[in-house]
Protein backbone atom coordinates (compact mmCIF):
# COMPACT_ATOMS: atom_id res chain seq x y z
CA UNK A 1 0.00 0.00 0.00
CA UNK A 2 1.80 3.29 -0.97
CA UNK A 3 0.70 7.10 -0.83
CA UNK A 4 -0.57 8.46 -3.73
CA UNK A 5 -1.38 5.18 -5.80
CA UNK A 6 -4.58 4.42 -3.87
CA UNK A 7 -7.38 6.36 -4.89
CA UNK A 8 -9.98 5.79 -7.55
CA UNK A 9 -11.71 7.89 -9.18
CA UNK A 10 -15.30 6.69 -8.40
CA UNK A 11 -17.63 3.32 -7.77
CA UNK A 12 -20.30 1.95 -9.26
CA UNK A 13 -22.44 0.13 -6.95
CA UNK A 14 -25.51 -0.24 -9.18
CA UNK A 15 -24.43 -4.70 -10.30
CA UNK A 16 -22.76 -7.10 -7.85
CA UNK A 17 -19.82 -7.47 -10.24
CA UNK A 18 -19.16 -3.50 -10.14
CA UNK A 19 -19.43 -3.35 -6.39
CA UNK A 20 -17.07 -6.02 -5.81
CA UNK A 21 -14.66 -4.91 -8.16
CA UNK A 22 -15.04 -1.50 -6.23
CA UNK A 23 -13.12 -3.87 -3.42
CA UNK A 24 -10.95 -6.01 -5.07
CA UNK A 25 -8.49 -4.89 -7.86
CA UNK A 26 -8.06 -8.04 -10.37
CA UNK A 27 -5.44 -8.18 -12.94
CA UNK A 28 -4.10 -10.14 -15.08
CA UNK A 29 -0.24 -10.50 -16.27
CA UNK A 30 1.05 -11.50 -19.57
CA UNK A 31 4.30 -12.17 -20.87
CA UNK A 32 4.64 -8.54 -21.19
CA UNK A 33 3.18 -6.70 -18.63
CA UNK A 34 0.28 -4.79 -18.67
CA UNK A 35 0.87 -0.66 -19.93
CA UNK A 36 -2.36 -0.02 -17.90
CA UNK A 37 -0.05 -0.20 -14.72
CA UNK A 38 0.92 3.38 -13.98
CA UNK A 39 3.70 4.96 -12.18
CA UNK A 40 2.12 7.29 -9.86
CA UNK A 41 4.83 7.00 -6.99
CA UNK A 42 7.74 8.50 -6.86
CA UNK A 43 10.16 7.28 -10.12
CA UNK A 44 12.66 4.32 -8.73
CA UNK A 45 16.26 4.72 -9.24
CA UNK A 46 17.42 3.67 -12.32
CA UNK A 47 20.87 2.25 -13.15
CA UNK A 48 23.31 4.14 -15.34
CA UNK A 49 23.12 0.78 -17.87
CA UNK A 50 19.14 1.45 -18.01
CA UNK A 51 20.00 4.78 -19.31
CA UNK A 52 20.55 3.61 -22.81
CA UNK A 53 17.51 1.69 -23.17
CA UNK A 54 14.50 3.13 -25.70
CA UNK A 55 12.16 5.42 -24.24
CA UNK A 56 9.33 3.25 -24.49
CA UNK A 57 11.36 0.56 -22.80
CA UNK A 58 12.02 2.56 -20.06
CA UNK A 59 8.66 3.94 -19.35
CA UNK A 60 7.78 0.32 -19.19
CA UNK A 61 10.34 -0.50 -17.10
CA UNK A 62 9.59 2.06 -14.44
CA UNK A 63 6.28 0.81 -14.46
CA UNK A 64 7.51 -2.31 -13.83
CA UNK A 65 9.17 -1.31 -10.69
CA UNK A 66 6.49 1.09 -9.58
CA UNK A 67 3.92 -2.07 -9.47
CA UNK A 68 6.30 -4.66 -8.00
CA UNK A 69 7.52 -2.57 -5.37
CA UNK A 70 11.37 -1.30 -6.76
CA UNK A 71 14.59 -3.42 -7.77
CA UNK A 72 15.78 -6.17 -5.02
CA UNK A 73 19.40 -5.45 -4.43
CA UNK A 74 21.38 -8.41 -3.81
CA UNK A 75 24.58 -8.68 -4.95
CA UNK A 76 24.94 -12.37 -4.51
CA UNK A 77 21.62 -13.10 -5.88
CA UNK A 78 22.15 -11.00 -8.62
CA UNK A 79 25.37 -12.48 -9.87
CA UNK A 80 24.19 -16.11 -9.35
CA UNK A 81 21.05 -14.92 -11.89
CA UNK A 82 23.31 -13.61 -13.99
CA UNK A 83 25.24 -16.50 -14.06
CA UNK A 84 22.23 -18.68 -14.72
CA UNK A 85 20.93 -16.26 -17.86
CA UNK A 86 24.64 -16.26 -19.44
CA UNK A 87 24.29 -20.65 -19.73
CA UNK A 88 21.24 -20.19 -20.56
CA UNK A 89 21.93 -18.14 -23.53
CA UNK A 90 24.76 -19.89 -24.71
CA UNK A 91 22.62 -23.21 -24.91
CA UNK A 92 19.20 -21.10 -26.47
CA UNK A 93 18.27 -20.67 -30.15
CA UNK A 94 19.66 -17.02 -30.40
CA UNK A 95 23.03 -17.26 -28.49
CA UNK A 96 23.38 -13.60 -29.55
CA UNK A 97 20.45 -12.29 -28.03
CA UNK A 98 20.90 -9.86 -25.08
CA UNK A 99 19.44 -10.39 -21.77
CA UNK A 100 18.91 -8.06 -18.68
CA UNK A 101 17.65 -9.13 -15.57
CA UNK A 102 15.84 -7.27 -12.98
CA UNK A 103 15.24 -8.83 -9.47
CA UNK A 104 12.19 -7.04 -7.99
CA UNK A 105 10.78 -6.10 -4.55
CA UNK A 106 7.67 -7.94 -4.50
CA UNK A 107 6.50 -11.12 -2.44
CA UNK A 108 4.50 -12.14 -5.54
CA UNK A 109 5.91 -15.01 -7.29
CA UNK A 110 6.29 -13.77 -10.87
CA UNK A 111 8.12 -13.73 -13.71
CA UNK A 112 7.74 -12.10 -17.53
CA UNK A 113 10.26 -10.35 -20.36
CA UNK A 114 9.62 -7.75 -22.45
CA UNK A 115 10.16 -8.23 -26.47
CA UNK A 116 13.72 -6.49 -26.30
CA UNK A 117 15.35 -8.83 -23.81
CA UNK A 118 14.58 -7.32 -20.62
CA UNK A 119 13.67 -10.39 -17.81
CA UNK A 120 12.57 -9.57 -14.25
CA UNK A 121 11.64 -12.04 -11.67
CA UNK A 122 10.01 -11.32 -8.28
CA UNK A 123 12.32 -12.28 -4.67
CA UNK A 124 9.16 -14.30 -3.73
CA UNK A 125 9.22 -16.51 -6.82
CA UNK A 126 13.23 -16.74 -6.02
CA UNK A 127 12.57 -17.66 -2.42
CA UNK A 128 9.93 -20.38 -3.65
CA UNK A 129 12.28 -22.40 -5.89
CA UNK A 130 14.40 -24.92 -4.58
CA UNK A 131 17.47 -25.29 -6.27
CA UNK A 132 18.83 -24.14 -9.59
CA UNK A 133 17.24 -26.17 -12.19
CA UNK A 134 14.03 -24.79 -11.25
CA UNK A 135 14.84 -20.80 -11.27
CA UNK A 136 16.63 -21.46 -14.05
CA UNK A 137 13.29 -23.41 -15.87
CA UNK A 138 11.58 -19.97 -15.18
CA UNK A 139 14.45 -17.83 -17.01
CA UNK A 140 14.48 -20.05 -19.68
CA UNK A 141 10.30 -20.27 -20.25
CA UNK A 142 10.91 -16.43 -20.59
CA UNK A 143 13.75 -16.48 -22.93
CA UNK A 144 11.28 -18.64 -24.77
CA UNK A 145 8.76 -15.95 -25.10
CA UNK A 146 11.58 -13.65 -26.55
CA UNK A 147 13.14 -16.22 -28.51
CA UNK A 148 9.60 -17.20 -30.32
CA UNK A 149 8.54 -13.45 -30.48
CA UNK A 150 5.65 -14.69 -28.55
CA UNK A 151 4.78 -10.66 -27.43
CA UNK A 152 4.47 -9.18 -31.04
CA UNK A 153 2.40 -12.45 -32.30
CA UNK A 154 0.11 -11.76 -28.99
CA UNK A 155 -0.03 -8.34 -30.07
CA UNK A 156 -0.91 -8.65 -33.54
CA UNK A 157 -3.60 -11.53 -32.48
CA UNK A 158 -5.34 -8.90 -30.22
CA UNK A 159 -5.18 -6.37 -32.90
CA UNK A 160 -7.16 -8.73 -35.11
CA UNK A 161 -9.81 -9.92 -32.10
CA UNK A 162 -10.18 -6.27 -31.25
CA UNK A 163 -10.77 -5.64 -35.52
CA UNK A 164 -13.37 -8.39 -35.27
CA UNK A 165 -15.12 -7.31 -32.33
CA UNK A 166 -15.82 -3.65 -33.80
CA UNK A 167 -16.86 -5.28 -37.29
CA UNK A 168 -19.19 -7.66 -35.47
CA UNK A 169 -20.79 -5.32 -32.94
CA UNK A 170 -21.14 -2.78 -35.77
CA UNK A 171 -22.94 -5.19 -38.46
CA UNK A 172 -24.81 -7.99 -36.16
CA UNK A 173 -27.94 -7.01 -35.21
CA UNK A 174 -29.38 -9.98 -33.43
CA UNK A 175 -27.45 -9.71 -29.83
CA UNK A 176 -27.41 -13.03 -29.48
CA UNK A 177 -25.12 -13.39 -32.61
CA UNK A 178 -22.54 -10.97 -32.13
CA UNK A 179 -22.56 -12.27 -28.70
CA UNK A 180 -21.61 -15.69 -29.49
CA UNK A 181 -19.12 -14.28 -32.17
CA UNK A 182 -17.54 -12.35 -29.45
CA UNK A 183 -17.03 -15.02 -27.27
CA UNK A 184 -15.60 -17.29 -30.03
CA UNK A 185 -13.00 -14.44 -30.81
CA UNK A 186 -12.07 -14.14 -27.21
CA UNK A 187 -12.01 -17.80 -27.05
CA UNK A 188 -9.53 -18.07 -29.89
CA UNK A 189 -7.44 -15.26 -28.27
CA UNK A 190 -7.39 -17.34 -25.32
CA UNK A 191 -6.35 -20.38 -26.99
CA UNK A 192 -3.44 -18.32 -28.48
CA UNK A 193 -1.94 -17.24 -25.36
CA UNK A 194 -2.19 -21.08 -24.05
CA UNK A 195 -0.36 -22.45 -27.07
CA UNK A 196 2.76 -19.58 -26.47
CA UNK A 197 2.62 -20.92 -22.78
CA UNK A 198 3.35 -24.56 -24.00
CA UNK A 199 5.62 -23.48 -26.37
CA UNK A 200 7.65 -21.67 -24.23
CA UNK A 201 7.64 -24.41 -21.63
CA UNK A 202 9.07 -26.67 -24.40
CA UNK A 203 11.74 -24.29 -25.46
CA UNK A 204 12.99 -23.74 -21.77
CA UNK A 205 13.00 -26.85 -21.05
CA UNK A 206 14.74 -27.25 -23.77
CA UNK A 207 17.50 -24.50 -22.53
CA UNK A 208 17.63 -25.81 -19.54
CA UNK A 209 18.88 -29.32 -20.62
CA UNK A 210 20.96 -28.26 -22.77
CA UNK A 211 22.51 -26.02 -20.39
CA UNK A 212 23.32 -28.65 -17.87
CA UNK A 213 20.22 -28.46 -15.54
CA UNK A 214 17.90 -30.70 -14.48
CA UNK A 215 15.37 -30.33 -17.33
CA UNK A 216 12.59 -31.76 -14.36
CA UNK A 217 13.38 -28.50 -12.39
CA UNK A 218 10.43 -26.92 -14.55
CA UNK A 219 8.07 -29.95 -13.30
CA UNK A 220 9.06 -29.22 -9.24
CA UNK A 221 8.50 -25.92 -9.85
CA UNK A 222 4.75 -26.08 -11.66
CA UNK A 223 4.13 -28.46 -9.04
CA UNK A 224 5.01 -25.82 -6.41
CA UNK A 225 3.22 -22.71 -7.23
CA UNK A 226 0.03 -24.97 -8.04
CA UNK A 227 0.26 -25.55 -4.58
CA UNK A 228 1.23 -22.24 -3.32
CA UNK A 229 -2.11 -20.76 -5.75
CA UNK A 230 -3.66 -23.65 -4.19
CA UNK A 231 -2.84 -22.53 -0.77
CA UNK A 232 -3.51 -18.76 -1.01
CA UNK A 233 -6.74 -19.09 -2.04
CA UNK A 234 -7.56 -20.88 0.50
CA UNK A 235 -6.34 -18.26 3.12
CA UNK A 236 -7.88 -14.93 1.16
CA UNK A 237 -10.76 -16.05 -0.78
CA UNK A 238 -11.40 -13.96 -3.76
CA UNK A 239 -8.52 -11.42 -2.96
CA UNK A 240 -6.92 -10.98 -6.72
CA UNK A 241 -3.79 -8.43 -5.80
CA UNK A 242 -2.59 -5.68 -8.46
CA UNK A 243 0.45 -7.23 -8.88
CA UNK A 244 -0.56 -11.16 -9.41
CA UNK A 245 1.47 -13.72 -9.14
CA UNK A 246 3.02 -16.49 -12.21
CA UNK A 247 -0.16 -18.07 -12.26
CA UNK A 248 -2.53 -15.27 -13.12
CA UNK A 249 -0.83 -15.92 -16.83
CA UNK A 250 1.16 -18.92 -16.49
CA UNK A 251 -1.29 -21.60 -15.42
CA UNK A 252 0.41 -24.52 -13.64
CA UNK A 253 -2.69 -26.82 -14.87
CA UNK A 254 -1.77 -30.92 -14.70
CA UNK A 255 -2.00 -30.89 -18.20
CA UNK A 256 0.76 -28.38 -18.32
CA UNK A 257 2.36 -30.38 -15.76
CA UNK A 258 2.48 -33.43 -17.58
CA UNK A 259 3.52 -31.75 -20.80
CA UNK A 260 6.57 -30.57 -19.26
CA UNK A 261 7.15 -34.21 -17.55
CA UNK A 262 6.80 -35.83 -21.48
CA UNK A 263 9.43 -32.59 -22.53
CA UNK A 264 12.07 -33.10 -20.00
CA UNK A 265 11.82 -36.62 -21.02
CA UNK A 266 13.68 -36.12 -24.44
CA UNK A 267 16.45 -35.12 -22.47
CA UNK A 268 16.99 -37.20 -19.38
CA UNK A 269 15.26 -40.11 -17.13
CA UNK A 270 13.80 -38.63 -14.18
CA UNK A 271 16.08 -39.87 -11.53
CA UNK A 272 19.43 -39.63 -13.77
CA UNK A 273 20.80 -37.54 -10.93
CA UNK A 274 21.79 -39.04 -7.63
CA UNK A 275 20.76 -38.36 -4.46
CA UNK A 276 23.95 -36.81 -3.69
CA UNK A 277 24.08 -34.74 -7.04
CA UNK A 278 20.21 -33.12 -5.95
CA UNK A 279 21.28 -32.49 -1.99
CA UNK A 280 24.33 -30.20 -3.58
CA UNK A 281 22.39 -28.24 -5.70
CA UNK A 282 19.83 -27.52 -3.33
CA UNK A 283 22.59 -26.87 -1.07
CA UNK A 284 24.30 -24.18 -3.72
CA UNK A 285 21.02 -22.94 -3.97
CA UNK A 286 20.11 -22.17 -0.44
CA UNK A 287 23.87 -20.68 0.36
CA UNK A 288 22.57 -17.66 -1.87
CA UNK A 289 19.02 -17.45 -1.03
CA UNK A 290 20.00 -17.75 3.15
CA UNK A 291 18.62 -14.40 4.28
CA UNK A 292 16.55 -13.34 1.12
CA UNK A 293 13.18 -10.88 2.37
CA UNK A 294 10.28 -12.88 2.83
CA UNK A 295 7.00 -11.50 2.70
CA UNK A 296 5.86 -8.24 2.42
CA UNK A 297 8.50 -5.20 3.18
CA UNK A 298 7.51 -2.89 5.95
CA UNK A 299 8.43 0.00 4.44
CA UNK A 300 4.83 -0.64 1.86
CA UNK A 301 2.60 -1.48 5.25
CA UNK A 302 2.72 -5.08 6.17
CA UNK A 303 -0.37 -7.62 7.09
CA UNK A 304 0.30 -9.61 10.67
CA UNK A 305 -3.04 -12.30 10.60
CA UNK A 306 -5.59 -9.31 11.06
CA UNK A 307 -3.81 -6.84 11.62
CA UNK A 308 -2.35 -4.38 9.07
CA UNK A 309 0.87 -1.80 10.00
CA UNK A 310 2.44 0.89 7.92
CA UNK A 311 5.77 2.54 9.49
CA UNK A 312 6.12 4.95 7.00
CA UNK A 313 2.70 6.10 7.10
CA UNK A 314 2.70 5.53 11.18
CA UNK A 315 -0.63 4.09 11.21
CA UNK A 316 -2.40 0.55 12.15
CA UNK A 317 -5.35 -1.19 12.15
CA UNK A 318 -7.22 -4.28 12.93
CA UNK A 319 -9.53 -6.17 10.50
CA UNK A 320 -12.87 -7.80 11.67
CA UNK A 321 -12.72 -11.57 13.23
CA UNK A 322 -12.08 -13.98 10.33
CA UNK A 323 -10.75 -11.65 7.95
CA UNK A 324 -7.82 -12.49 5.79
CA UNK A 325 -6.28 -9.39 4.51
CA UNK A 326 -3.83 -8.82 1.11
CA UNK A 327 -1.77 -5.67 1.13
CA UNK A 328 -1.25 -4.36 -2.68
CA UNK A 329 0.39 -1.22 -4.11
CA UNK A 330 -3.37 -0.19 -4.91
CA UNK A 331 -5.14 -0.86 -1.36
CA UNK A 332 -5.61 -3.00 1.76
CA UNK A 333 -8.32 -5.72 0.42
CA UNK A 334 -10.03 -7.90 3.22
CA UNK A 335 -12.23 -10.89 2.47
CA UNK A 336 -13.81 -12.84 5.23
CA UNK A 337 -13.60 -16.64 5.71
CA UNK A 338 -16.70 -17.94 4.24
CA UNK A 339 -17.77 -15.18 2.11
CA UNK A 340 -20.40 -12.74 2.34
CA UNK A 341 -18.00 -9.89 3.80
CA UNK A 342 -15.42 -7.98 2.49
CA UNK A 343 -13.37 -4.92 3.23
CA UNK A 344 -10.57 -2.06 1.50
CA UNK A 345 -8.60 0.47 2.39
CA UNK A 346 -7.01 3.04 0.42
CA UNK A 347 -5.72 6.84 0.45
CA UNK A 348 -6.41 10.19 -1.28
CA UNK A 349 -5.45 13.50 -0.97
CA UNK A 350 -8.97 15.61 0.48
CA UNK A 351 -8.71 19.52 0.28
CA UNK A 352 -8.85 20.81 4.53
CA UNK A 353 -11.38 23.11 3.73
CA UNK A 354 -13.85 20.11 2.68
CA UNK A 355 -15.73 18.38 5.33
CA UNK A 356 -14.85 14.42 5.20
CA UNK A 357 -19.15 14.06 5.45
CA UNK A 358 -18.84 16.14 2.34
CA UNK A 359 -16.58 14.07 0.80
CA UNK A 360 -18.85 11.04 1.50
CA UNK A 361 -21.45 12.59 -0.53
CA UNK A 362 -19.21 14.10 -3.23
CA UNK A 363 -19.94 11.36 -6.24
CA UNK A 364 -16.85 9.24 -5.60
CA UNK A 365 -19.46 6.47 -4.51
CA UNK A 366 -22.79 5.73 -5.60
CA UNK A 367 -26.32 5.30 -3.68
CA UNK A 368 -25.82 7.31 -0.58
CA UNK A 369 -28.00 7.15 2.28
CA UNK A 370 -27.84 10.41 3.21
CA UNK A 371 -29.51 9.95 6.26
CA UNK A 372 -26.94 7.50 7.47
CA UNK A 373 -24.41 10.07 6.99
CA UNK A 374 -22.57 11.48 10.22
CA UNK A 375 -19.29 13.24 11.59
CA UNK A 376 -17.09 10.92 14.14
CA UNK A 377 -13.92 11.09 15.47
CA UNK A 378 -11.45 7.68 15.89
CA UNK A 379 -9.01 7.94 18.26
CA UNK A 380 -8.59 11.75 18.23
CA UNK A 381 -8.34 12.04 14.78
CA UNK A 382 -11.76 13.46 12.75
CA UNK A 383 -13.82 11.30 10.29
CA UNK A 384 -17.05 10.56 8.67
CA UNK A 385 -19.25 7.38 8.02
CA UNK A 386 -21.83 6.88 5.74
CA UNK A 387 -23.91 3.13 4.12
CA UNK A 388 -24.62 2.73 0.72
CA UNK A 389 -26.69 0.15 -1.18
CA UNK A 390 -25.80 -1.86 -3.75
CA UNK A 391 -28.06 -5.05 -5.74
CA UNK A 392 -27.02 -7.12 -3.75
CA UNK A 393 -24.69 -6.34 -1.44
CA UNK A 394 -24.53 -3.32 1.63
CA UNK A 395 -21.68 -0.41 2.52
CA UNK A 396 -20.72 1.03 5.26
CA UNK A 397 -18.47 3.79 4.49
CA UNK A 398 -16.11 5.37 6.57
CA UNK A 399 -13.50 8.43 5.90
CA UNK A 400 -10.20 9.66 8.35
CA UNK A 401 -8.49 12.06 7.95
CA UNK A 402 -4.86 11.15 9.45
CA UNK A 403 -2.33 14.37 8.63
CA UNK A 404 -2.51 15.20 4.98
CA UNK A 405 -4.00 12.38 4.13
CA UNK A 406 -7.89 10.92 4.32
CA UNK A 407 -7.95 6.75 4.57
CA UNK A 408 -10.93 5.48 3.12
CA UNK A 409 -12.71 1.80 4.63
CA UNK A 410 -15.00 0.66 2.83
CA UNK A 411 -16.90 -2.87 4.26
CA UNK A 412 -19.10 -4.29 2.48
CA UNK A 413 -21.68 -7.05 3.46
CA UNK A 414 -24.13 -9.70 1.48
CA UNK A 415 -26.91 -8.56 4.05
CA UNK A 416 -25.68 -4.96 6.28
CA UNK A 417 -27.43 -5.64 10.07
CA UNK A 418 -26.47 -4.22 12.79
CA UNK A 419 -24.53 -6.66 14.11
CA UNK A 420 -22.10 -5.91 10.89
CA UNK A 421 -22.03 -2.27 11.76
CA UNK A 422 -20.95 -3.38 15.12
CA UNK A 423 -17.95 -5.51 13.77
CA UNK A 424 -17.13 -2.77 11.30
CA UNK A 425 -17.45 0.13 13.96
CA UNK A 426 -15.01 -2.01 15.97
CA UNK A 427 -12.45 -2.97 13.57
CA UNK A 428 -12.27 1.12 12.44
CA UNK A 429 -11.98 1.86 16.12
CA UNK A 430 -8.67 -0.23 15.75
CA UNK A 431 -7.45 2.79 13.76
CA UNK A 432 -4.66 4.24 15.13
CA UNK A 433 -0.87 6.13 15.27
CA UNK A 434 1.83 3.60 15.28
CA UNK A 435 4.07 3.96 18.24
CA UNK A 436 8.05 4.98 17.81
CA UNK A 437 8.42 1.32 19.55
CA UNK A 438 6.58 -0.36 17.11
CA UNK A 439 7.63 1.87 14.75
CA UNK A 440 11.04 0.51 14.71
CA UNK A 441 10.41 -3.05 15.31
CA UNK A 442 8.96 -3.22 11.97
CA UNK A 443 11.36 -5.18 10.59
CA UNK A 444 10.91 -8.01 7.42
CA UNK A 445 10.95 -11.18 7.83
CA UNK A 446 13.22 -13.75 6.13
CA UNK A 447 14.01 -16.86 4.78
CA UNK A 448 16.61 -19.49 7.36
CA UNK A 449 18.02 -22.60 5.66
CA UNK A 450 18.38 -24.69 8.64
CA UNK A 451 19.88 -28.24 8.61
CA UNK A 452 17.22 -31.05 9.93
CA UNK A 453 18.07 -32.76 13.04
CA UNK A 454 16.97 -36.32 14.28
CA UNK A 455 13.76 -35.78 15.93
CA UNK A 456 12.45 -32.89 13.92
CA UNK A 457 8.92 -33.35 12.14
CA UNK A 458 7.31 -31.28 9.22
CA UNK A 459 5.11 -29.88 12.47
CA UNK A 460 7.94 -28.89 14.54
CA UNK A 461 9.96 -27.25 11.75
CA UNK A 462 6.60 -25.48 10.65
CA UNK A 463 6.21 -24.31 14.51
CA UNK A 464 9.49 -22.51 14.69
CA UNK A 465 7.81 -20.23 11.39
CA UNK A 466 7.14 -16.61 12.43
CA UNK A 467 3.76 -16.69 10.18
CA UNK A 468 0.34 -16.54 11.56
CA UNK A 469 -1.71 -19.42 10.13
CA UNK A 470 -1.43 -22.68 8.15
CA UNK A 471 2.06 -22.98 8.74
CA UNK A 472 2.63 -26.76 8.15
CA UNK A 473 1.09 -25.80 4.85
CA UNK A 474 3.22 -22.92 4.21
CA UNK A 475 6.75 -24.66 5.07
CA UNK A 476 5.52 -27.78 2.80
CA UNK A 477 5.05 -25.08 0.39
CA UNK A 478 7.89 -23.73 0.74
CA UNK A 479 10.30 -26.76 0.33
CA UNK A 480 8.29 -28.35 -2.37
CA UNK A 481 6.92 -31.31 -0.02
CA UNK A 482 3.60 -32.72 -1.14
CA UNK A 483 1.25 -33.62 1.54
CA UNK A 484 2.86 -36.54 3.92
CA UNK A 485 6.43 -36.11 2.47
CA UNK A 486 8.74 -36.29 5.90
CA UNK A 487 11.79 -34.22 6.10
CA UNK A 488 15.14 -36.07 6.47
CA UNK A 489 17.74 -36.02 9.28
CA UNK A 490 21.06 -33.69 7.75
CA UNK A 491 18.62 -32.35 5.07
CA UNK A 492 18.19 -28.14 4.49
CA UNK A 493 15.26 -26.79 4.85
CA UNK A 494 13.89 -23.44 4.72
CA UNK A 495 11.80 -21.39 7.72
CA UNK A 496 10.41 -17.84 7.87
CA UNK A 497 11.99 -15.92 10.77
CA UNK A 498 12.08 -12.85 12.18
Known amino acids: ?22 LVLAACTASTPPVEQQAAAAPPTIKQAETDMAP ?13 GGVYNDPRLQA ?16 DQHYKVTMLNSQSINAFALPTGQIYVTRGLIALANDESELASVLAHEMGHVIARHAEQREEEARNAEL ?78 AAPDFLSSH ?25 QQLAQAKATYFGNIDGIVFGEDPSEGYVRGRRFLHPKLGFTFTAPEGFALDNTAQAVLGVKHGGGQALRLDVVRVPAEQTLAAYLTSGWI ?7 V ?69 KPLHLMVVTVAPGDTVDKLAGRMAVADRAVERFRVLNGLEPGAKVKPGSEVKIVVE
Open 374 to 442: DDITINGFPGATAAAKGDQWDFRLYAIRFGSDVYRFIFAAKHRTSETDREFRESIGTFRRMSLAEIEQA
Open 1 to 22: MRRGRLGVTSYRLLHAGIAVAA
Open 80 to 95: MIEQTVERLVAASEKP
Open 164 to 241: ASRAITGIVSNPEVGALALAKSKLKLASFSRSQEFEADALGIGIAARAGYDPYGAVRFLSSMEHNSVLKAEQSGAINP
Open 251 to 275: PATPERITNALSNARQYRAPAADTP
Open 366 to 372: ENIDPAT
Open 56 to 68: AVLREHQRILAAY
